[in-house]
């Protein structure tokens, strides 16, 4: 990326990789299922060769914890080049976020949309996936060669994606020994295949 104008603010993404658990209420019989993982770092290069300063995202996360707290923390399946949350797209609600050393660690709710059963059943079939946050902001390069999230960033939102591209950024469940196995085996269904499946095609 080169070197944006700090008052000229573009969309940023960054993809990290989410360890979650499948969570199971005793008191649904639905079940609904939460992951919890890293949903950002700070102070480190992520894929897209860019850095977020601490105190920019602790300052982020103290305003996005109004919208935790109200239930309006929304996230959509895939990430779209818009600042824009589009509701019909949304698959899931954080629900909490708290730092642990530099990185963020957040809880996320998959919710029953179109987008969210799709998510759900992705993560039933051990499917890995990422985490994205969306916001709007300037960068500029420093001498490293590095790009340094500046003081303008605005965090929207928290996207699940098919394409993390920084490193212990995807989100996968605790795998059974039979999971295993299949993997070891080469049997486990591809992509788009599980995606077909999904929509009855």
């Known amino acids: 990326m080169t070197e944006i ?12 990789l989410f360890e979650y658990d499948d969570v199971k209420p005793s008191t649904s019989s639905d079940g609904i299922v939460k992951m919890k993982g890293i949903i950002q770092a700070a ?4 894929a897209n060769n860019r850095i977020y300063p601490r105190q920019i995202l602790e300052r982020e996360d103290r ?28 698959s899931h609600l954080v629900t909490d976020t708290e730092w642990d050393g530099e990185n963020l660690i957040g809880e996320i709710e998959v919710l029953d949309t179109p987008k969210g059963q799709i998510l759900g059943k992705l993560v039933e079939r051990r499917i890995k996936l990422g985490i994205s ?33 920084t490193s212990n950024a995807y989100m996968h469940l605790q795998e059974s020994a039979a999971y295993q196995t299949l993997m070891k085996q080469n049997k486990i269904m591809r992509l788009d295949n599980i995606l077909d499946e999904i929509l009855g095609l």
């Open 5 to 16: 104008i700090k008052n000229d603010p573009n969309l940023l993404h960054s993809f990290l």
């Open 63 to 90: 305003r996005y914890k109004e919208l935790v707290r109200e239930r309006r923390a929304l996230g959509e399946l895939d990430h779209p080049d818009s600042p824009i949350i589009q509701l019909e797209n949304v």
């Open 43 to 46: 102070g480190k290069p992520n």
């Open 133 to 165: 946050s969306r916001g709007l902001g300037s960068v500029r390069r420093n001498s490293d060669g590095y790009d340094i999230v500046e003081d303008d960033f605005n965090l929207v939102c928290y996207d699940m994606v098919s394409n993390p591209s």
